[in-house]
């Protein structure tokens, strides 16, 4: 043990492998998913051996079946232009473990399917498979499979299927998007009890009773209105996460869902959530940020440890005040841990401060959303390890209004541009991030800071402090300007070869 110990700190002192190692990283994380728009693009592109996820947008057929072998580390691939042709199986190298398929548009009936047994047994995941005629049999490998359209017939066989061979049967997750002019019933009754642990129904409308008691997960995908209100229709006392996607509405009642809960997402134009109507062991909650018809601000169980609120469905909402998920308009439950809002964020104008004392200590993650522009005041944000202020944010930073040894990573995005005391930013932070108008004199950084981007196309000044860089900053990214301009002084580095500049 203490001879790898000794090897591992001299090959990380060696700066030239360190430095190598960055690099490999580095692109390992920025070609993890490429999407290609030209076959021939993906024929020749320079890091195959890089990319994990492909999303191929092209209609050209892939016909070649050593086009994806040198990708080495290749996981996933998504075809999505619906005029593409049949996939052939040939093209998937050993390795790969989702595949999803494109969505096809027009004659249904003219699609045309293959074995899934000739895909690689690797594979566990496939999304939209068009089964009409004839049967094909579902390969024990396969965990996952969503169906785009399927038969009557067909459904039925392979239902039949499925309760044959569950005992060989890898499957625990299935879904469908059943179309009223499929003329498709669902029958769960011949799928063994507790043998599907996951469901996603994409449709008009579903009555809930139909579904199997013994799931895990369910996510209902309906363009009507979603609304549970008896208790009887919905007892699934295994459920665990639940999703719900409406393009009209969702109504919950008291009551309904079942305390086994923990993971829940909502997202609709219009959410109504009645009293008591959240378990009180949820943990996670995710919602279009319209919740409407609260009777009080103590509506989140108080067990939650993530909140998110999500962007609305609906293309004319103009803001976030009319929310009753403002800040100042909800008690935020004392355990939690993670709040991000996604779109609007906490109001526009000075409709949302940051006071102390409206976050609980408890709060590790802060994502502010794009409309914050507010002053922050002192012990407002207590334990916070990860803070992102939000686009519109510009306000001057106080030393000590963020939090002295806690914080890690500090987002300051699009419109952020003052000047930076001494103290504003704490020595704790090891990531640090400035966005597109960022233009102040840099005099002085965290002393523990690892990794600095710099995102700023209009930055002018020359960097020219000694040693202003840490010795620890292993990684500093930089808009063209400051190399095209020669903006950063080589005095700023304890150590350049030790520093990976992208």
Known sequence: MEDNRDLFFSVWRNIFLNKYIFEQLNLLKKFKKVTFRRLEDLKHHKYKGYIKKIVYTSDEIINNRNFLVYYDLLESICFTDYSLALVCPSIFPMGIKTIKF??????????????????????????????????????????????????????????????????????TDIGFYLDPSFGVNLNFDSIPNGMVKRIHLSTI???????????????LDIRNAITLQEKNKFSFSNLKKLELVSKSEIEIHHHILPESLIHLKMISPKIFLGKKSLPNGLLYLKVSNNVMRMVNNNWLPLTLKTLIVGKT?????????????????????????????????FGE??????????????????????????????DALPNLVEINLGSRFNQYLEPGVLPKTSLKKLILSTDFNKKL??????????????????NQPIFSLPS??????????????????PNLFPPCLSKLVLSNNFKQNNLISNDCFSSIGNVLIE
Do not use: A
Request: aromatic share 10%.
């Open 102 to 171: 494109p969505i096809k548009h027009g004659d249904y009936g003219v699609i045309e399917t293959y074995g899934l047994s000739l895909l690689p047994n690797s594979v566990t995941n496939i999304k939209n498979i068009y089964m009409i005629e004839p049967f094909i049999s579902i390969p024990s490998n396969i965990k996952r499979i969503h169906f785009r359209k399927i038969s009557q017939n067909i459904l039925n066989k392979c239902s039949d299927f499925i309760n044959k061979n569950h005992n060989e049967s890898s499957l």
């Open 205 to 219: 409308n579903f009555n809930v009773v139909d579904i199997p008691k013994s799931i895990t997960n369910l996510k």
């Open 313 to 345: 469905m609906t293309d004319n909402w103009y803001g976030f005040k009319h929310s009753c998920l403002t800040i100042q308009h909800v008690n935020i439950p004392p355990k939690l841990v993670h709040l991000e809002f996604e779109e609007k964020g």
């Open 349 to 378: 104008g000075d409709h949302q401060i940051l006071t102390p004392g409206c976050i609980p200590k408890s709060l590790t993650y802060l994502n502010v959303g794009l409309n914050f522009n507010q002053e922050i005041l002192k």
């Open 421 to 438: 005391e001494v103290g504003s930013l704490p020595d704790s932070i090891t990531h640090l991030i400035f966005g597109y108008n960022f």
């Open 448 to 465: 523990s800071l690892t990794c600095l981007e710099l995102y700023c196309p209009k930055y002018s000044h020359i960097i020219n402090t």
